[in-house]
């Protein structure tokens, strides 16, 4: 769904809750633009709550920015060392997040170098047994086949 669109069914829809009486936006997002449910009149309110929106989140967006502007900088600037950075090299630099993360994303990170590391053991170990059974004169499936 393009931006605008998304910007404009959210507006219909804060529309809605604030004025019970205004109708619910169309339900078919394919023919989001096929006619014009509303009048111009409700077109130019969701148009107005649109760029309310859009106008709080810019905000936020620069509040924020300019509140981690120290943190900001340090990333640009082992970024620009760097090139490629991880989650590590952040943490390194800025400290660990000021809350709780998710529980799967922060299971990814504790085992991300375990999980690679086994992987790699388990495979050289594959690799040695196979190496041994062909020494032996056997195969890697167990056949003995004839020379």
């Not at 069914?9 to 009486?21: H, I, M, P, V």
């Not at 205004?22 to 078919?28: I, K, L, R, W």
């Not at 709780?100 to 594959?126: C, P, V």
Request: aromatic share 8%; charged share 35%.
């Amino acid at each position: 769904m393009p931006a605008a669109a998304w910007w404009w069914r959210q507006s219909a829809r804060r529309l809605w809750r604030r004025r019970r009486n205004f109708p619910s936006p169309p339900q078919d997002e394919a023919n989001l633009y096929a006619c014009n449910p509303y009048s111009d009149a409700t077109r130019q309110a969701m148009d107005e709550q649109a760029k309310v929106m859009v106008d709080e989140s810019y905000t936020r967006t620069l509040e924020l920015l300019e509140g981690k502007k120290e943190e900001l900088v340090k990333v640009a600037q082992l970024l620009m060392e760097k090139e490629t950075i991880n989650h590590d090299n952040i943490v390194d630099l800025i400290g660990a997040r000021p809350f709780e993360g998710d529980k799967t994303y922060e299971g990814y990170i504790k085992n991300k170098f375990h999980g690679l590391k086994s992987r790699r053991k388990r495979r050289k170990a594959s690799r040695r047994r196979r190496k041994r059974k062909r020494r032996r004169g056997g195969s890697v499936d167990g056949a003995r086949h004839p020379i």
